[in-house]
């Protein structure tokens, strides 16, 4: 995966089968589905891939337990096929997490267990692992920090966890793969139209250049998250309000508030929400919140009273209360719900299912969803725009299709383990040059290895990239993440041919870029 190969596709391709609005979790399953039919695919990111919500959930691939509490049952049975198909398509950045519910009420043994065993079961042969009701002794040996005061046991139930943002490079390397091509910093202003008003490309900017491309294609896939709104403007000026966007923000704090494997699921909120604290890289994730944002933004920003919400939630299952100082980072991100009838102000009573329009244009567009059914909208789509578009049809091939980096077996405690397959081209790197077995820095233990790899096949191209979604460093520990900032900016310099200015403005941009990671 390279961008300047990509560049030059552009300047060379008269006319694309489809071109893909949008490098988030959905744009990019779009992307590997519509390549691996063998249509010609371009996709195009106007920040870095999964720069926005795509890379700030609860990293859990679930069917979503409070989904069936709620009544919608088809939303669950397909995210529960599709959690399966992903943990089999990528088991080097996936995998099976316990989890436990623990129980203070006398009545919440039998309730969540009957619950839990109707959740188990529309998994079928893609299940996890049963679920069971356990005695307070066994919840106390499982999470030895939760309180114990009237604790009378717990039920322990199975569910997928991933990480996110490497799963959308793994995406794009996928597509790739299949003589697509994604491109990130390449930002769509504006769509063309023929004589008769119907859509037949994109015109574009590179970023990087300032070079504007007008890119034909046979049709176009809006697929921008909470910025569908602004496509759909570039079409019709006058469109209606199509999205909502409610934030979700995470905390994490040290794995020491947990102090065991498995997650906590607390199934009643004082707003009536599921609230998660999961182990992840040696951290513990608390989250999350639905809050209806007005202003749409990149990087929005936690809230004070959400962030308090999460601390006192989590406070009161927890033996030690964790307090603002213990926030290693906090992370916000904006859910694309698709709007809800009139009237309707509780996101977290809307539907997370996706939703498919055309325009009388010709623009197609996908809305709403979760990263769990990714590939399940990227296959209704491409199968819309085949129709549309008159386009070759060929059956979607991704249930089984491994994703790039798949690897059956691996070490676990290999600190290059969630590149998969990748790994091996990572150590080639270090045996040639011993100055890249050094790490970044002391807490952001990645070898400088890593940086060079990304810059050269992950289309890595600044700080922010490697340090926020090639790495996890910054959500993991946004304050200590800056000082591996000059090391990482230095070695992308030398590999992309910048100059001193250009690190050092890096630098202060990364720094800045913190501020809304750091709870002070």
């Given amino acids: 995966?390279?961008?300047?190969?990509?560049?030059?596709?552009?300047?060379?391709?008269?006319?694309?089968?489809?071109?893909?609005?949008?490098?988030?979790?959905?744009?990019?399953?779009?992307?590997?589905?519509?390549?691996?039919?063998?249509?010609?695919?371009?996709?195009?990111?106007?920040?870095?891939?999964?720069?926005?919500?795509?890379?700030?959930?609860?990293?859990?691939?679930?069917?979503?337990?409070?989904?069936?509490?709620?009544?919608d049952v088809s939303l669950v049975f397909e995210a529960l096929k599709e959690r399966g198909?992903?943990?089999?398509?990528?088991p080097h950045i996936s995998k099976n997490q316990k989890f436990i519910i623990p129980n203070y009420e006398w009545w919440g043994g039998t309730f969540y267990t009957v619950g839990l065993k109707l959740y188990d079961a529309m998994a079928g042969n893609l299940g996890l692992g049963p679920s069971i009701h356990i005695s307070k002794e066994e919840v106390l040996k499982e999470i030895p920090n939760l309180k114990q005061e009237g604790l009378t046991g717990g039920v322990i139930y199975y569910d997928g966890q991933f990480d996110d943002a490497r799963l959308a490079i793994n995406l794009a390397q996928t597509m790739s793969d299949n003589n697509g091509y994604p491109i990130n910093y390449c930002k769509v202003t504006n769509l063309l139209k023929d004589e008769n008003s119907n859509i037949i490309g994109v015109e574009a900017i590179d970023i990087e250049t300032n070079t504007i491309y007008k890119i034909k294609a046979k049709i176009v896939i809006n697929a921008t998250g909470v910025f569908t709104d602004n496509i759909l403007k570039f079409d019709n000026p006058k469109a209606k309000k199509t999205i909502v966007p409610s934030q979700g923000i995470h905390l994490i704090l040290d794995k020491k508030f947990n102090n065991g494997d498995s997650a906590i699921m607390i199934p009643k909120t004082s707003d009536g929400r599921v609230i998660f604290a999961v182990p992840w890289h040696n951290k513990l994730i608390v989250?999350?919140?639905?809050?209806?944002?007005?202003?749409?933004?990149?990087?929005?920003?936690?809230?004070?009273?959400?962030?308090?919400?999460?601390?006192?939630?989590?406070?009161?299952?927890?033996?030690?209360?964790?307090?603002?100082?213990?926030?290693?980072?906090?992370?916000?991100?904006?859910?694309?719900?698709?709007?809800?009838?009139?009237?309707?102000?509780?996101?977290?009573?809307?539907?997370?299912?996706?939703?498919?329009?055309?325009?009388?244009?010709?623009?197609?567009?996908?809305?709403?969803?979760?990263?769990?059914?990714?590939?399940?909208?990227?296959?209704?789509?491409?199968?819309?725009?085949?129709?549309?578009?008159?386009?070759?049809?060929?059956k979607c091939v991704t249930k089984k299709m491994p994703i790039h980096g798949y690897i059956k077996s691996f070490d676990e405690?290999?600190?290059?383990?969630?590149?998969?397959?990748?790994?091996?081209?990572?150590?080639?790197?270090?045996?040639?040059?011993?100055?890249?077995?050094?790490?970044?820095?002391?807490?952001?233990?990645?070898?400088?290895?890593?940086?060079?790899?990304?810059?050269?096949?992950?289309?890595?191209?600044?700080?922010?990239?490697?340090?926020?979604?090639?790495?996890?460093?910054?959500?993991?520990?946004?304050?200590?993440?800056?000082?591996?900032?000059?090391?990482?900016?230095?070695?992308?310099?030398?590999?992309?041919?910048?100059?001193?200015?250009?690190?050092?403005?890096?630098?202060?941009?990364?720094t800045n870029l913190t501020e809304k990671f750091i709870v002070k």
């Fill in 1 to 71: 995966m390279n961008r300047q190969t990509t560049i030059k596709q552009i300047e060379k391709t008269n006319i694309w089968d489809i071109i893909v609005i949008g490098g988030g979790a959905t744009g990019l399953g779009i992307g590997v589905d519509a390549a691996s039919r063998g249509l010609k695919t371009l996709l195009l990111e106007q920040f870095d891939f999964a720069k926005g919500t795509s890379s700030k959930s609860t990293k859990l691939v679930h069917g979503g337990v409070r989904y069936l509490a709620q009544g």
């Fill in 85 to 90: 198909y992903l943990l089999q398509n990528a």
């Fill in 287 to 394: 989250g999350t919140t639905d809050t209806l944002i007005k202003t749409i933004s990149i990087e929005p920003t936690a809230l004070e009273e959400e962030i308090d919400f999460l601390l006192n939630t989590v406070g009161q299952y927890l033996k030690k209360q964790p307090l603002r100082k213990d926030i290693l980072s906090v992370y916000s991100g904006l859910r694309p719900l698709v709007l809800a009838e009139e009237g309707s102000k509780k996101t977290k009573d809307v539907s997370r299912n996706h939703k498919i329009s055309v325009t009388f244009s010709g623009l197609l567009t996908i809305s709403g969803g979760k990263w769990t059914t990714y590939r399940k909208m990227a296959q209704d789509v491409v199968d819309k725009a085949i129709v549309l578009a008159n386009l070759k049809n060929k």
């Fill in 413 to 510: 405690n290999d600190n290059l383990h969630f590149y998969g397959s990748d790994s091996v081209y990572i150590k080639a790197l270090m045996n040639k040059n011993e100055t890249l077995n050094e790490y970044i820095s002391t807490n952001c233990k990645h070898y400088k290895a890593e940086i060079v790899w990304a810059v050269r096949h992950e289309m890595c191209r600044n700080v922010e990239d490697f340090l926020a979604r090639r790495t996890r460093c910054l959500l993991l520990d946004a304050k200590n993440s800056i000082k591996a900032s000059r090391t990482v900016a230095t070695i992308i310099a030398k590999e992309l041919n910048y100059n001193q200015q250009w690190i050092e403005n890096q630098i202060i941009e990364y």
